[in-house]
């Protein structure tokens, strides 16, 4: 589908009212892959929840994603059994394009997912259907972050999941809280212009459809929901987080040049784009600057120390030391932008965090040449001697990177400021 008649269908959404009704309210898919532990407990849960506590029509759809156990044909037996569940079988794997799949051939009004774990309550299903089913929002999302929800699950995966919600605040400007919560719901009528230009297959599917509903003026409704980790989860967490952040650059570069066109479908200004092209007088010259980026400096470094800590045990040190850097440069970047030289909204975002970013690739080198340089001095360094040494390589390359922020990834930052208030 081509970006001119993706615009043409935006004419089909119109207000924000539903669809014209069909005969299944919502279509449920459970994308699963090696799953034959956890399906039939959870088809039949869910099922039961469906027939005797929800009041609108649903069905059940398990995708398997090339599944080489026994999945699918369980997921054939429980077809068989169950009024209201279907299978359907993809060749390929990937959670994502499981989803694309049966969504874009759903013939219900909302089309939503689950993890097969149900690790959400699922009370929280008629609540996050409500904003759509009232035509009030979009996408309705679970949320594990917001304020009320009562999540079960260990510190590592809390902290990672915070991290990665706040690279994609900084690096995207995005305004909603969990990106990759398992139980989400779109409008189809929506999902059906938005999912052509959805190209991850995998875990970052998620993130893309949320970042570019929000880029297209929809509402996207936030549900806190209790949420309990499944300690058999088969996330492979560093594998993830590589490919997420490879989605991340993706997409930012992709909307920054203008080669990924997100039609408007809704309001052109929801909460994350407020304040497009807004910018504000910096304050206090350079002594104002060094102080405000100091501050930032402080809460960055110790956002650093307590992420490499966690980090270290699972990734080793140099792995534990880039994957934190670059979650808190990221963040640096986008709050030195606004805080500390007065730059507001999206103009030229894009440029100035692929800057900072190799301002990021500077520091990276000071840090992880520092830890080279102890581990050959010192094979089993201590762990106060490892935090000590990168502390100060840290404080080095902060000092290069204030220099390389004034003098070139926000440069022109002020006299375009200026231009703007003549």
Known sequence: MTSDSLLRDTAELGGRCPSAPSATTVDIVIPVRNEERDLGPSVRRLHAFLRDQFPFSARITIADNASDDGTWPLALVLAAELDGVRAVRLERPGRGGALRSVWSGSDAAIVAYMDVDLSTDLNALLPLLAPLLSGHSDVAIGTRLGRGARVIRGPRREVISRCYNVLLHAALGTGFTDAQCGFKAVRADAARVL???????????????????????LRIAEVPVDWIDDSDSRVRLLATAVADLRGIVRLGSGLARGTIRVPV????????????????????????????????????????????????????????????????AVANTAINRRVTFGIRGRAQAGR???????????????????????????????????????????????????????????????HHLNRKSQ
Do not use: C, K
Request: hydrophobic content about 50%.
């Open 265 to 328: 479908l809704g309001d052109p200004s929801p909460r994350g784009l407020a304040g497009r092209g807004e910018r504000s007088a910096p304050r206090g010259g350079l002594a104002g600057q060094l102080a405000r980026f100091a501050v930032v400096g402080v809460a960055s470094t110790v956002a650093y120390v307590l992420l490499f800590l966690l980090l270290r045990g699972g990734l080793g040190a140099q792995g534990a030391n880039a994957v934190s850097l670059l979650v808190t």
């Open 352 to 414: 100035h965090q692929v800057r900072g970013l190799i301002a990021f690739g500077i520091g990276l080198a000071m840090t992880s040449g520092a830890l080279a340089v102890l581990h050959h001095a010192d094979p089993r360094p201590g762990r106060f001697t490892e935090i000590s040494v990168l502390v100060a390589a840290n404080l080095l390359a902060t000092i290069v990177r204030f220099g390389l922020f004034r003098s070139w990834v926000f440069r022109g930052g002020s």
């Open 195 to 217: 999912l052509p230009l959805i190209t991850d297959t995998g875990w970052f599917f998620d993130t893309e459809l949320l970042v570019l509903a929000e880029r297209a003026g």
